[in-house]
């Protein structure tokens, strides 16, 4: 699995602040948030109990009143629901843990969004896990919700300002995802221009499509 680099997602972060104001106080926060799971990530691969002695720093740092008993960590490593609150805390935790352990599709998480890198005269399509990271390949023209491969049925959205970012949905079961187009801007960051690009998912959720995977701060 290749490395997070965290300064890079830190940094893209305070880039983008600029770029789409609207998105600015979410990635302040998300600053925030992710120069603590660095710090998480640099660490050896810790167990379960060793993070959940990290529950009241993260607590601190994300200063609105969530909280989260050691036990709701174990439950959503296993996959069992917790409320928005809750699931956050958790999954900030969870994230960097699971980026040192082998990823998707081992990890068995959705993915958050996916990119398009160069290959040869085209482009590959790639998903991004939500946890961990993790990048695997995808067929290009399939749901990565439904299995969907009819072409009529798989539909792309772009809005100006996000030019190297489309919602690609599925009109079969009503799901999408973002697609990040690093043939078009090179510097974006997966997970964080996602983040950014918040009136795309807005536009979805007004034309009745569902995101496959919400990302950290539950958008």
Request: hydrophobic residues 40%.
């Amino acid at each position: 699995m290749t490395p997070i680099d965290w300064d890079r997602r830190i940094q893209r972060a305070t880039d983008l602040e600029t770029v789409y104001p609207a998105a600015a106080e979410m990635l302040s926060f998300y600053r925030r948030i992710a120069g603590f799971q660095k710090q998480v990530y640099l660490l050896a691969p810790p167990d379960l109990a060793t993070l959940a002695s990290l529950i009241p720093e993260l607590e601190r740092l994300a200063d609105r009143g969530q909280s989260l008993a050691p036990r709701q960590l174990e439950a959503f490593w296993s996959g069992e629901p917790l409320d928005p609150a809750e699931t956050f805390l958790a999954r900030a935790l969870l994230e960097p843990y699971a980026a040192r352990l082998d990823g998707c599709p081992w990890c068995n998480r959705k993915p958050q969004a996916a990119i398009l890198r160069p290959e040869g005269y085209g482009a590959k399509r790639s998903l991004v896990c939500a946890l961990c990271s993790a990048e695997w390949p995808f067929p290009r023209l399939q749901c990565p919700a439904c299995g969907e491969r009819e072409f009529d049925k798989l539909c792309a959205y772009t809005a100006a300002g996000f030019e190297y970012i489309r919602i690609d949905a599925c009109e079969t079961c009503r799901t999408y995802l973002k697609t990040i187009d690093l043939t078009k801007n090179g510097l974006a960051d997966p997970l964080v221009d996602e983040l950014a690009a918040i009136p795309l998912d807005l536009w979805a959720a007004e034309h009745g499509y569902t995101k496959l995977q919400p990302n950290l701060l539950a958008l």
